[in-house]
């Protein structure tokens, strides 16, 4: 700042021009402008957005009753249910910090989280109690317990909490005073990356990036006030995406979903007139391989948002032929979740079927909120050339990059090197500049070395028709250091393959040297996020 | 900040995570996405995309050469030209300011903002050279002199400067290296307001607002990348309503208009499929008044974003039963132009036309990026009672309001007094929140103690089947203090009509003590973005 020309003197911030960006001013003005839009539909509940934004201040002020204020954290084990909602709003309002914890994690894996993130409060569904008393018993840390007990749930589980949420709520101020944060900067979220090797990492976001996250979803997924929003993608997993937040940019309704599986879906698009959702390849999956029963009609254009693991192309074609629009977005829990979109040329539309799903299949380029997506040799740190062919690390620039890991100042530093987030994930660029994953860096098989990307010979193999998942990991090998061994679970009803015969359709359509030499047929372990736990596969794969 | 909690420990900003907010990452993401989608459509020019970018990286480079920089004002006067589009990105990619002047002033007002803007390159449409030369003589400031030789243009006019833009950036680097703002609160644009009284007032826009009004256009608007905007709406008058910047967000299309007339819209909307435009009234009464020879049946919905002036509900009815749909939107330049919208709720459509216009007419809710709207009693600050009648002050807090006026403190801190924006526009609040303009306050009249809203009496008129436009003043009156003076042109071909028949329609419509005692037939004098200037009508209501 020179300090010298005409439009630095006496132009200064107050709070009539600047505001902390925050998405909480997003329920703020659409409760006021439609108080009676239905905002949330659970089962038979039905509430609007008065009745939302109302709870949420009940909340707030609950919270605030037990001196919950800025910089704590507030955890919460649970589905997709309506109470998760409210804690993406009620939390924030007091400048404190929401953590949604995965419901699939161990109970030592959850003690670590409530001690690491430090947790003064932890909500949990009655469904999850038993694991949550688990975890509170190992933890050291002494959080507030309160109950969600949520009416679509008809299964077990004790009540282990001071009280249930309703109870906790119930004297909270309906008219409850919150103010937006004083910095924008300010946490709002904390999200532990699953970490498939040893401790979870706690990525924090802050209000500008939800804010700005919020708003892109919306003009990417082109949402108005009249789109339905269904709940499979898991609010624990980077806030739903940000969709949490999202749908109050337009007074959208959240159509929540208790159990995420094909006729549960089929049933609730068709009843509630879903206009969008999301999810990963494993919930397309669903969708494509229900039972034909269980399959119903679309009432509408349903916008698929594809993400959490690269989709094989065959999956979004067949998705598509399902009727649903497929929006290809990437990114990662340290980028909010969506933060690349695979942009659509409307003359792709004039592609045959399967080349159309190709060029779907990649990545593509940045949201309109991130400035920039590069692919990077991480060595020199520069771009590698733009020929789909040549490897390197893509990379994140951007204020939908997260603040950085808490408490773990190596790790935030190491993933920030070069004044770029290192995702991780290995991938090429195209000469329209769209970017395609290749592989995680420690996914990529070496042989011979030849790099083979797992993603390739997985696409591959999706294709075949007997095929209903596949995953491609590195084994030993004494000759070539490593080949790639693939791990595949067969359609129901369709005709038996040999090891023989897969890896004969794989020379027909791969260079030699990537096709698999060792087949094993089975169901494949996933994490909650429906991602391939590959290094599950790589120790089976030594024993093959 | 406590600087205590963890979420203050390490979790810094740096260049991966924190990026400054700027219209200008909009246009570089879509250059890059789209490189051959049409960006600017003018007579029978197209450029791409690509081109389009590039033809913005010379001008930066050729400014640059000329030792433009940081905080510099490029100047200039020309209608909607693609070099209008450009200027809106070169200038700032060097952190200079953009400084568009009205085509309609005088020399002497011309001179001054050079003068006070501290203009260093003044670039001029040949249709305006003489106007500008004049002013440059009146002007102590020496800018450089660049000309605009539009193709279209075939009137008289001199070439007054030292080349001709083609020339200018002829030898600009197509590939210059330009960066973002260090600090998204840097000056993107200077807009003068039109000041009916003193000098004009020098508003200073940042980038950041810049940004977000971009995207609310968007949100607002319900653009994607097949939309095409015509530019009715002069670029000179807060940057197009930000839509120069908007339509980067998406990939959408510039149809860009020399002259606004009402056979040019009909017959451009028809030829390139015109999806979305903007206007004043007085627009809206071009195309409703049209010749029928001249209307064309519209090949598409077409959004009208009303503003710059209340639109009479008559006139939204009307333009409405052309077909096109009107988004009422409402804001000042000190808002960057529309940050009010007439958010329209679904069972509105169910009204009668006259009723639904009558909603419509009403400005409306916050933009989804202002973050607070509201009406005030300026002496108290307090807002007033929600009851659609008692009148206060329209006020505005958000990222959407200006930095200040340039070079004029006491202006700003008027303007900000209290941490409000003051409008200076009368208001009421309906009990839904809905905010209604009732007048400036200059221009309410208080006959006998009572306020009288002219906008309302107006309104009244406007429905008069003989009535092409009105406009209410106060007159002075012995007895009342003030009287309502309206001046009125009738449409061509209509009945005649007297003093005594208005002022007995009056008296059938309205309280008997805002009936007009005086009216005038005649044209009504009008701003270049087509509001009536009511201090000329005040100094002619003196004399009937």
């Known amino acids: ?32 402008i439609y108080p009676n839009k239905c905002a949330v539909i ?93 975890a509170v018993q190992l933890a050291k840390a002494n959080p507030i317990i309160i109950d969600i007990d949520d009416p679509e749930f008809d299964g077990p589980g004790e009540l282990i909490g001071e009280m249930d949420y309703e109870a906790f709520i119930k004297d909270g101020d309906p008219a409850f005073q919150w103010s937006l944060p004083a910095d924008e900067w300010d946490a709002i979220a904390l999200n532990y990356t699953s970490g498939t090797t040893g401790n979870p990492k706690g990525v924090v976001y802050h209000h500008r990036g939800a804010y700005l996250l919020a708003m892109g979803n919306i003009i990417t997924a082109q949402m108005d006030k009249s789109s339905n929003y ?39 698009i068709n009843e509630h007139k879903v206009t969008h959702m999301g999810g990963a390849p494993t919930v397309m999956g669903f969708l494509i391989n229900a ?9 509408n ?24 629009n497929v929006i290809h977005v990437y990114g990662l829990t340290e980028t909010y979740g969506p933060a690349v979109v695979n942009a659509w040329h409307d003359e792709w539309d004039e592609l045959p079927p399967a080349e159309r799903a190709q060029v779907k299949a990649r990545q593509g380029v940045s949201y309109p909120v991130l400035e920039e997506l590069s692919v990077i040799d991480p060595e020199t740190m520069e771009p590698v050339p733009q020929d789909g062919e040549t490897i390197g690390e893509v990379m994140f620039r951007g204020n939908v990059v997260m ?9 935030t530093q190491e993933a920030f090197e070069g004044g770029w987030f290192h995702s991780g994930d290995l991938g090429v660029w195209h000469d329209d500049q769209y970017v395609q994953l290749k592989d995680r860096s420690k996914d990529i098989i070496i042989s011979g070395g030849e790099n083979i990307s797992s993603i390739e010979v997985e696409d591959t193999l999706y294709k075949h028709p007997a095929v ?77």
């Not at 039972?291 to 009432?299: I, M, T």
């Open 1 to 32: 700042m020179d300090g010298t020309h005409i439009y630095e003197q006496g132009l200064d911030k107050n709070t009539a021009n600047h505001q902390a960006l925050s998405p909480l001013s997003f329920l703020k003005r659409t409760a006021s």
């Open 42 to 134: 659970h089962g038979d509940l039905r509430r609007s957005y008065s009745q939302f934004y109302e709870r949420c201040l009940k909340l707030a002020s609950a919270l605030n009753a037990r001196a919950i204020g800025k910089g704590d954290t507030v955890a919460v084990i649970a589905p997709n249910v309506p109470e998760m909602l409210e804690l993406h709003y009620g939390v924030p309002m007091l400048g404190a910090v929401i953590n949604t914890i995965n419901i699939r994690l161990d109970a030592a894996a959850i003690a670590f989280i409530l001690d690491h993130g430090e947790a003064k409060v932890l909500m949990v569904d009655r469904e999850f109690s038993q694991l949550a008393h688990e």
């Open 230 to 268: 269904l709940w499979t993608v898991p609010m624990f997993h980077c806030n739903g995406w940000i969709f949490t937040w999202s749908m109050s940019v337009v007074g959208g309704t959240h159509v929540c979903l208790r159990k995420v599986t094909a006729p549960n879906i089929y049933a609730t």
């Open 291 to 299: 039972e034909p029963a269980d399959k119903k009609p679309l009432p």
């Open 301 to 324: 254009t349903v916008h698929f948002f594809a993400a959490a693991a690269p989709p094989p192309a065959a999956t979004i074609q067949a998705l598509e032929e399902e009727g649903f």
């Open 403 to 411: 603040r950085g890991y808490l408490k773990n100042p190596t790790a």
């Open 468 to 544: 209903l998942e596949a995953a491609v990991v590195a084994a030993p090998d004494e000759k070539w250091g490593e080949t790639p061994c693939a791990f595949l679970t067969l359609k129901k009803g369709a005709p038996a393959l040999t090891k023989e015969d897969v890896i004969a359709y794989c020379r027909e359509n791969l260079a030699h040297f990537k096709c698999p030499t060792k087949v094993v047929f089975t169901d494949l372990p996933k994490t909650s996020t429906g991602k391939v736990q590959k290094f599950k596969l790589r120790t089976m794969a030594k024993d093959v």
